[in-house]
């Protein structure tokens, strides 16, 4: 059984930099499409970031042009860089992996790692 832990959390002042990391308990493993998600109190979580397969990227509008998504495939282990950062990307942040295990393509998700954007 994979797990995924997130680490680089934290309080962050408005304006400031954070960089979460999310690696999987086995190594080598193959990734095939990840994906950050983002939950505040009294909301669903809300899709980030993505980086599919082949490299393509998507990001939610709030956080477009601030955050960067990234993978490495060698450490098991997705990124997220967050430049400039707002009290509203204030929340858990959740990574999500399609990792090739057990001959099929399965989904794994992290416990969620609290980022809080605050002076």
């Known amino acids: 059984q994979v797990q995924l832990a997130e680490s680089g959390g934290g309080l962050v002042q408005p304006g400031g930099s954070a960089r979460l990391s999310c690696t999987a308990s086995?190594?080598?493993?193959?990734?095939?499409?990840v994906k950050w998600y983002r939950q505040v109190p009294g909301k669903q979580r809300g899709l980030v970031a993505s980086l599919t397969g082949r490299d393509r990227t998507t990001y939610s509008n709030s956080v477009k042009g601030r955050f960067t998504i990234s993978r490495n495939h060698t450490k098991s282990s997705l990124e997220l860089q967050m430049n400039n950062l707002k009290p509203e990307d204030t929340g858990v942040y959740y990574c999500n992996m399609e990792i090739w295990t057990r001959g099929n393509w399965e989904e794994y998700w992290g416990k969620g790692i609290q980022v809080t954007v605050s002076a």
């Open positions: 086995i190594n080598p493993i193959v990734i095939n499409n």
